[in-house]
């Protein structure tokens, strides 16, 4: 569980944001950039993420509240009131409650707002991805306390869309993620987002609430 919950802090750090003053260029990309994804009734993303030791894929799918997140070896299924952590390897699901406003849980489905409170953030450049014009933000989170030192975030200048982010924690270690597809407005029913025991014979059932 903790390395899924550092895997998924990674994930939410997407917008994260940085330094001393809010900068009114990067507030002003981070605004379009929020207000695209929210305008989105549902949307599903495939990703890359990794340091110096290799990468790995992710898939992410959010509808409203809801979300299902596919990464390091491990499910999670969240109906907006219950989540499911599923780890393949074991056979084994950990079923807790969800509360999308405890400061302890993790959602992908406010990601996009997350750099409204706590954080700093400055625009540092413009640069090309192909075709691409990214608008490069550094976010710097205001509690000395984080494990992270800032976060650099690149938007489609065009579309607003975010195409990747690049983690520098204190320790030096960086964590970069990449957007390899993103589809908005996918169909998906409810049912998608709920664990379903009969798929996974066997399984072991932690009930943690």
Known sequence: MKK??????????????????????????????S????????????????????SEKGDLTVKDDKFRLAV??????NDGKTMSTYMRESNEVNVQDYDANSSGELNPTQIYSLYKKGYNYRF?????????TLEVIELTPTQTK????????????ADKSIRNWVI????????SYTITKF??????SDSYFVFDNSKHPGVEVVDLR
Do not use: C, H
């Open 124 to 132: 540092l450049k413009e640069q090309k991805q192909g075709k691409r």
């Open 183 to 188: 589809t908005p407005n996918v169909k998906v």
């Open 4 to 33: 899924l919950a550092w895997i998924l802090s990674l994930t939410l750090f997407a917008v994260l944001p940085a330094v001393a003053q809010k900068d009114k260029r990067a507030q002003t990309i981070l605004d379009a950039m």
């Open 168 to 175: 520098t924690n204190k320790d030096g270690k960086k964590t």
């Open 146 to 157: 984080n494990a992270v030192s800032n976060v650099q975030i690149s938007v489609d200048k």
């Open 72 to 77: 390091g070896g491990q499910e999670v299924y």
């Open 35 to 54: 207000g695209r994804y929210k305008s989105l009734n549902s949307y599903q993303a495939s990703f890359t993420y990794g340091g110096a030791g290799g």
